[in-house]
């Protein structure tokens, strides 16, 4: 298939590469920045543009992966070429790009990209959704090209994934990086907590995460979180989380969630 990727960040930029391997034409990249736009071109063999009015109109699906808030415009520039439209956000529904065409779709992988690191594309879950079924039949076949773990998700399940995939994702990454700066201001290296945030990270390939659950807060070991909440009087923000996510744990099991 030709196809238009509209976007050259993280996601734009392993979604490209995915469909090159399989086989597929990358046609042009859009990018605001031409530059960006370029080196993700270059990888690809496509032409690289920084203005929509230069879009070639010889491609069989624009796949558009900008910020959420973008999409509704760029769908509304592109709508004219009459083509199957395909977004890949995870939070915005359909009904955004049916309000200008009804040919589209969406194409939603659901892990977490940077542009330094591979990956095997054909491990992450595609999400996908169309206007019709004939759209997603196309989505369908052209999903299972560069990968092997395809699911049919409605935009408001795509939503609730989205938002579980925050919580599994971005506030635990978050919290490493609060990990990080508790050693570093105690001359520590993150380096010894990573054993522990790979065995944490297995054991939940293999058993429900409250399953597994330890530390202080499940076992309602009350002097040890006093103790580390007064560690945290200076600050504030993590003692506040701290507080939040034990109580969180301490409830979990209560009701019956947590390990045995």
């Keep these: 298939m030709h196809i238009t990727i509209i976007g050259s960040g993280n996601v734009?930029?392993?979604?490209?590469?995915?469909?090159?391997?399989?086989?597929?034409?990358?046609?042009?990249v859009y990018s605001p920045d031409i530059q960006h736009a370029s080196l993700l071109a270059y990888h690809v063999g496509a032409e690289a543009i920084d203005n929509l009015a230069h879009i070639n109109p010889d491609t069989g699906m624009f796949i558009i992966s900008v910020k959420?808030?973008?999409?509704?415009?760029?769908?509304?520039?592109?709508a004219i070429y009459q083509k199957l439209i395909v977004h890949t956000?995870?939070?915005?529904g359909l009904d955004t790009l049916l309000a200008y065409t009804g040919k589209a779709g969406v194409l939603y992988p659901l892990q977490t990209f940077s542009k330094s690191r591979e990956l095997d594309f054909f491990t992450v879950p595609l999400c996908i959704e169309a206007a019709d079924e004939v759209i997603y039949t196309d989505i369908q076949q052209l999903a299972a090209t560069v990968s092997n773990n395809v699911y049919s998700i409605n935009s408001a399940g795509r939503k609730i994934l989205h938002l579980a995939?925050?919580?599994?994702?971005?506030?635990?990454?978050?919290?490493?990086s609060a990990a990080q700066q508790l050693l570093a201001?105690?001359?520590?290296?993150?380096?010894?907590?990573?054993p522990l945030i790979l065995e944490t990270a297995q054991k939940v390939q293999e058993h429900l995460p409250a399953d597994v659950q330890t530390g202080p807060a499940v076992r309602n070991d009350q002097q040890t979180m006093n103790n580390h909440l007064q560690m945290l009087n200076d600050t504030p923000q993590l003692k506040e989380l701290y507080e939040l996510l034990s109580q969180g744990i301490i409830k979990n099991n209560v009701d019956g969630h947590g390990a045995k």
Excluded: E, W
């Design 12 to 28: 734009a930029t392993h979604l490209a590469a995915a469909f090159k391997n399989a086989g597929h034409r990358i046609v042009q």
């Design 68 to 78: 959420d808030d973008a999409i509704a415009h760029v769908a509304k520039n592109l």
């Design 89 to 92: 956000s995870g939070a915005t």
């Design 165 to 176: 995939a925050v919580f599994a994702c971005n506030f635990p990454n978050y919290l490493y």
């Design 185 to 194: 201001g105690h001359n520590m290296d993150f380096n010894m907590l990573r």
